[in-house]
């Protein structure tokens, strides 16, 4: 392991902004709402603190999701845009924590191997070609430890795709859990993102949030 780099902050956007679905990375076992049970990471020991996080990245849903029957979910574009704001939460978790927590996420088999200097020096680094979240992103510093997220490396413009109401669901639970958002809040933020704009969720949208609130 990289020396410096023992303790990352670990910036999640989707699903992992609720701390029980994220805990299930770290523990194993099957996220409410979810048909995938986890493995989890070697070392289980919960993340030391975790905190608000805005990004420069704007958020889109796409692919097939297995593990929430077949909807989109959460990617970033690479490319910053100082005019986005995507609401997420950082948790400050070890780097071998990390490496388990890519590796569930991509499905893979073999290990995964992160030069995280190379990471922190370039800004980004491709630790899967092809893996769905093989682009890993260095969003900066935070008490002197990387701030770092993953998504596709390339936009999947092809393979937008819906979420279901379950995932959409997780994330506003766990953006409620850091934010104090309000109804009309929610609905904003989420209505125009690719992948629910001009989709049937953008009508059930209200719904969906009524229920969380």
């Known amino acids: 392991m990289d020396k410096g780099f023992d303790e990352i902050w670990y910036a999640c956007y989707g699903s992992n902004i609720r701390k029980g679905r ?23 020991s919960e993340p030391k603190e975790s905190r608000k996080i805005s ?9 097939e999701s297995v593990t929430w029957n077949g909807g989109g979910i959460c990617f970033l574009k690479v490319e910053e845009d100082p005019q986005v704001e995507t609401f997420g939460r950082t948790y400050l978790i070890t780097s071998g ?14 290990n995964i191997e992160i030069d995280f200097e190379k990471l922190v020096k370039e800004g980004s680094y491709t630790c899967m070609e092809g893996g769905r979240y093989g682009e890993l992103l ?3 510093e935070l008490e002197g430890r990387p701030v770092v ?41 989420f209505q125009n993102k690719p992948g629910i704009r001009g989709q049937a969720i953008e009508n059930e949208l209200p719904g969906i949030v009524k229920e969380m609130l």
């Open 138 to 140: 260095y969003l900066g």
């Open 149 to 189: 997220t993953f998504t596709s490396k390339v936009f999947l413009k092809d393979e937008i795709n819906p979420p279901n109401a379950a995932y959409l669901s997780t994330i506003i639970a766990g953006l409620l859990e850091i934010y104090d958002f309000k109804k009309s809040q929610l609905i904003e933020y």
């Open 22 to 44: 994220f805990l299930c990375y770290i523990n194993g076992g099957t996220p409410p709402g979810a048909v995938r049970n986890f493995t989890g990471c070697s070392d289980k």
């Open 97 to 110: 924590q990390f490496i388990d927590l890519v590796k569930q996420e991509l499905i893979a088999e073999e």
């Open 55 to 63: 990004i420069r990245h704007e958020m889109y849903f796409a692919k």
